[in-house]
């Protein structure tokens, strides 16, 4: 079965810039969860999607972070304007939804913001 | 609010010593526990999880223990072999689908 898969695995960028990180959830699975964990932390939700709807993002920066899932599969996360203070890996994970628990991460992107 | 701490930080335990790494949750509601091993450059990766409904569940070397009257579960690593080192995450899910990750151990394995 493949995992989840993300893209880029690196990313850099000045502050000020725009960046999108590309996910792609393992099949049949629901919920996709995209994740910030900054360097000797733990990961941090930003959203939550179950299919296309989002579920909770509460935890996102919405002046400067969006994210989308279109057709309730892949998703894209995007930065515009990028802060230095930004720089993290983004993790994206997906679960069956409908009550199952049970996340699966993919590598995530290390993003570096100068 | 949603908490989760973990103890201890870092963690070194000789290769064949077993390893204990602790974690207390804030949130009666919680009833999924799950434990994540991260390698370096990887993302976590889910290596046991216990359900309230359990006190404990085992898989070869690696144990988890719930108990839900003091709010604490722990994960035990037995046997400890050099691949075992790396950073460990314990989470909770606080009655929802929404997972809510400790601060992480980093567990080194002394050959």
Known sequence: EAGVAQSPRYKIIEKRQSVAFWCNPISGHATLYWYQQILGQGPKLLIQFQNNGVVDDSQLPKDRFSAERLKGVDSTLKIQPAKLEDSAVYLCASSLGQGSTEAFFGQGTRLTVV | ?111
């Open chain 2, 1 to 111: 609010g949603e908490n989760v701490e973990q103890h201890p930080s870092t963690l070194s335990v000789q290769e064949g010593d077993s390893a204990v790494i602790k974690c207390t949750y804030s949130d009666s509601a919680s009833n999924y526990f799950p434990w994540y091993k991260q390698e370096l450059g990887k993302g976590p990766q889910l290596i046991i999880d216990i359900r309230s409904n359990v006190g404990e569940k085992k898989d070869q070397r690696i144990a988890v223990t719930l108990n839900k009257t003091a709010k604490h579960f722990s994960l035990h690593i037995t046997e400890t072999q050099p691949e075992d080192s790396a950073v460990y995450f314990c989470a909770s899910n606080f009655g929802n689908e929404k997972l809510t990750f400790g601060t992480g151990t980093r567990l080194t394995i002394i050959p």
